[in-house]
Nanobody, 115 residues
């Protein structure tokens, strides 16, 4: 019954910004390791950023200095702030929750970076 739903994607020019949101249902985001992943057509899904239940954050090399993962415990939501976007950031971005019994994925939100 647990669910995550991504939102906030769209079309943005190079150098622009977007804020992605992950809305969680029927579980508490602060209790689990969560993350953002992305997948471009014909490419494997790759990790962008993760945050543990204890607050430890890890970024992919391509994301460091440009992306920020955070959570709002009061709202039970996860966010990914995308800054200084590049065309190579174009992908579907997925929210992931590593629950006890399963790894939970949303349907993704499309980010397109183009002039």
């Amino acid at each position: 019954q647990e669910k995550v739903v991504e939102s906030g994607g769209g079309l943005v020019q190079p150098g622009g910004s977007l804020t992605l949101a992950c809305t969680a249902s029927r579980f508490t985001v602060s209790n689990y390791r969560m993350g953002w992943y992305r997948q471009a057509p014909g490419k494997e899904r790759e990790m962008v950023a993760t945050i543990s239940a204890g607050g430890t954050i890890m970024y992919a090399e391509s994301a460091k200095g440009r992306f920020t993962i955070s959570r709002d415990n009061a709202k039970n939501m996860l966010y990914l702030q995308l800054d200084s976007l590049k065309p190579e950031d174009t992908a579907i971005y997925y929210c992931n929750a590593w629950l006890i019994t399963l790894s939970l994925w949303g349907m993704g939100t499309q980010v397109t970076v183009s002039s």
